[in-house]
């Protein structure tokens, strides 16, 4: 849906078409265009001969759903639990929330309104269950005085069963819900399937089905709601910075931190502004986590837009851990640390997570495998590295090329030993010292075919030092490669 | 903030001492033993070819200040021109890798913009910023910024320049780092690590003086003595005493860590 493209042009008549087996079809249509006798279903031709100024877009199934998934989470001013109803309705569970508006309609009214502003026509009903409400807003029949009645008089394709059971339905005389509901429920059954008997429950309330909430609810939510809309961010970070602290104290008396943080922001339009952090410590120091903040909105692709101002802005800690109150050690051991594991989700939250990391030992004697790096915010204990032996020199390069590049060796002086002269990156090395070969066969147990690796640690006539290997044996093979691996200092 | 806060400080200590302090009134060659001076922002520049010998010569350094924990930045360049930093290897120098931390970011923009951040962390000993290229924007502003920042903080910054061509700066030192012939060990194997080494500038201090060493892992040191006279392969034990040099070290791990 493209919802910008209706607002203030309420004379064109528009439609949405898609290609289906066979040509292209009327997928769905806007007022001007049903009033001009267009019905969905009609192939673009016809509908095109019939009304000429009709303007003609791509349905994009995926395009409505991310934009019913943005107004679901705008409905989240209203309660928590909001559920879509694909592909054009969402279900609100209201019960208890409707304290801020004095009353179910005016809060349906304020919903109506907000939409109206983004060009969106709607239909709204309450009803004592998800099922009834939304029967009662897709349906129309005729008025009545209570909801059990209005449920009654409405047709019955509001039991959503399949057309030829609907049609069938007709032609056995009962045209309402009501009329439907008045058989015994096992003939229905019987002839419709026990769908159609389970849909007559769900509506006359003996069944109720409870919604599918589209998120947990935090574990500790705190909010502001404001009756003049804020238009500032640097107010509305303000705001931000006294939920958090309203949110460390509640933290505190659990004695827990958090480790992700959201907050949303809550456009007077009904947009909603998310703000996420991830920290690799529980935290619920309000400075720091204002920085992390600001880190957030500074590295955002769009930046902030406050457009008609925020009327509420919420702040949910949606991932707490056990932070208890510490204590500083005298030389600073502590301290250091939590300053660095600071920079870490500092640097993170603005580079990406995975960019800041830490190395850790794995069990390998293949060397591009005997260390991984992984991010700094969740790196496990630091695992001991074997020591160096005392007197010797470094026998690992300090950069490793992965993969390893292919260089041009000129001469070896016997087949087995290391090169005497090889090329690389268009420069001509000659070898001056060498030691090897430093076998490493490939992991066997895994796969048969990998070639064994003879390493030669090598310094050349201007001391530079390398890490070559020669990529199989001779035995193995009739001309093994060879590869730098690596540079030493 | 922190900049006004720094020159204040510095102000400060004009005020006390009556005169402005350039340099650190070091020995010349302190640095063998007990690394650059800290709490300041040094450059150290090497040649494409030679870039394991500037990074193996700033790592060296970290360790000789014995100025633990370690972030280093490097760009994503970097990684694909340089090859990726092995923590074997590093290890194999004498580093401890679990107290490094690894920042990798997309651009020389976003490399400073990381660099001004770690650089105010007092929990840092060492910042090692490595560069590939030219990198223009790390520029007089950029380096005086880093320089405040590191006086106001503690934290020892390392600029590594690869394949770069020194511009004016604000570093209190500026090196530049080849690789030299080792002393081969017995079968002719490579030795340890050996650097040329020139001091190109050194605020307050004599400029232009060279240097030839070997790294000592064990000793956490440089030793020049390897290659005191000219055939090095003449004198195979030629090193500073161990044991005064391991007091001179301890000497300096026991001193006041911040210097400003």
């Given at each position: 849906m493209r919802p910008h493209l209706f607002v203030g042009r309420a004379e064109t008549p528009i439609a949405f078409v898609e290609t289906v087996s066979g040509g292209v079809r009327l997928k769905a249509l806007d007022r001007e265009a049903v009033r001009a006798g267009l019905q969905p279903g009609l192939t673009l031709a016809d509908a095109r001969a019939r009304v000429p100024e009709l303007e003609v877009y791509e349905h994009d199934a995926h395009a409505d759903h991310e934009w019913l998934e943005r107004l679901a989470d705008g409905c989240?001013?209203?309660?928590?639990s909001v559920a879509l109803d694909e592909p054009d309705g969402l279900i609100l569970d209201i019960a208890g929330c409707v304290h801020e508006f004095e009353g179910e309609r005016r809060l349906a009214a304020d919903l109506e309104e907000r939409l109206a502003r983004r060009g969106l026509l709607v239909r709204h009903a309450f009803g004592d269950t998800p099922d009834t409400a939304r029967a009662l807003a897709r349906y129309a029949g005729a008025p009545a005085p209570d909801e059990k009645r209005a449920v009654k008089r409405l047709p019955v394709a509001a039991l959503g069963l399949d057309e030829d059971a609907t049609t069938a339905l007709s032609r056995a005389g009962l045209k309402t819900v009501g009329d439907v509901m008045a058989r015994p429920l096992a003939t229905i059954a019987a002839r419709f399937g026990e769908e159609a008997a389970m849909m007559i429950r769900r509506l006359d309330g003996s069944v109720k089905e409870p919604i599918v909430a589209r998120r947990t609810v935090p574990k500790i939510g705190v909010e502001r709601r404001f009756a003049e809309p804020i238009a500032r961010t640097e107010y509305a970070l303000e705001v931000i910075a006294e939920l958090a602290a309203e949110a460390a104290e509640q933290l505190a008396q659990r004695h827990e931190g958090g480790r992700r943080w959201e907050v949303r922001l809550f456009r007077a339009d009904g947009l909603v502004q998310r703000l996420r952090i991830e920290t690799g410590q529980p935290i619920r120091d309000v400075a720091l986590l204002m920085r992390l903040f600001r880190e957030r909105i500074d590295s955002l692709?769009?930046?902030?837009?406050p457009g008609f101002g925020y009327d509420l802005v919420r702040l949910d800690v949606a991932l707490a851990e056990r932070l208890d109150a510490s204590q500083l050690k005298l030389e600073g051991g502590e301290a250091q640390k939590g300053e660095v594991a600071q920079l870490v989700d500092q640097l993170g939250t603005r580079l990406g997570r995975a960019r800041v990391r830490r190395f850790s030992a794995r069990d390998s004697h293949i060397p591009e495998q005997a260390e991984l790096m992984l991010p700094a915010a969740e790196a496990p204990a630091p695992t001991p590295w074997t020591a160096p032996e005392a007197g010797?020199?470094?026998?690992?390069?300090i950069y490793l090329f992965d993969p390893p590049q292919p260089i041009e060796s000129m001469?070896?002086?016997?087949?087995?030993?290391?090169?005497h002269r090889f090329r690389w990156r268009r420069t001509v090395h000659d070898v001056a010292h060498s030691e090897g070969p430093e076998r490493i066969a490939g992991e066997w147990w895994r796969r048969q075919d990998i070639p064994t690796r003879d390493y030669y640690r090598i310094e050349d006539r201007r001391g530079r030092r390398f890490w070559i290997f020669r990529h199989g044996l001779y035995s193995e093979m009739e001309a093994p490669r060879w590869y730098l691996h690596g540079v030493f200092a | 903030m922190n900049e006004s806060s720094a020159l204040i400080a510095r102000l400060k200590r004009i005020a006390t001492t009556g005169m402005p302090t350039q340099g650190?009134?070091?020995?010349?060659?302190?640095?063998?033993?007990?690394?650059m001076a800290k709490a300041q922002l040094h450059e150290v520049f090497a040649t494409v070819d030679d870039a394991a010998s500037g990074a193996g010569f700033a790592v060296a350094s970290v360790l000789a200040a014995r100025a633990a924990p370690v972030m280093w930045l490097r760009t994503e360049a970097s990684e694909r021109q340089g090859g990726r930093l092995h923590a074997t290897g590093l290890v194999e120098m004498?580093?401890?890798?679990?107290?490094l931390v690894l920042g990798l970011v997309e651009d020389e923009a976003d490399l400073l913009r990381a660099a001004a951040d770690a650089a105010r962390?007092?929990?840092?000993?060492t910042l090692l910023i490595e560069s590939w290229g030219?990198?223009?924007?790390?520029?007089l502003t950029a380096t005086r910024r880093l320089m405040l920042a590191a006086e106001a903080s503690g934290v020892t910054i390392l600029s590594l320049r690869i394949g770069a061509e020194p511009v004016p700066?604000?570093?209190a030192s500026r090196w530049r780092v080849a690789a030299c012939c080792s002393r081969p060990l017995e079968a002719d194997a490579p030795g340890k690590p050996a650097f040329d080494i020139e001091l190109l500038r050194r605020r307050g201090g004599q400029a232009g003086l060279r240097w030839r060493v070997e790294w000592d892992r064990d000793a956490h040191i440089f030793d020049?003595?390897?290659?005191?006279?000219?055939?090095?392969?003449?004198?195979?034990?030629?090193?500073?005493?161990v044991a005064a040099d391991r007091a001179a070290a301890d000497d300096a791990a026991a001193s006041v860590r911040r210097t400003g």
């Open positions: 989240q001013r209203y309660t928590p692709a769009d930046p902030l837009d010797e020199p470094p026998l690992r390069p001469m070896a002086e016997v087949p087995d030993g290391p090169p | 650190d009134g070091r020995a010349d060659d302190a640095w063998l033993t007990q690394g004498g580093l401890d890798v679990t107290s962390c007092h929990g840092l000993g030219r990198a223009p924007k790390i520029d700066s604000a570093a020049q003595n390897a290659f005191a006279s000219g055939d090095s392969a003449a004198l195979p034990g030629a090193g500073i005493p």
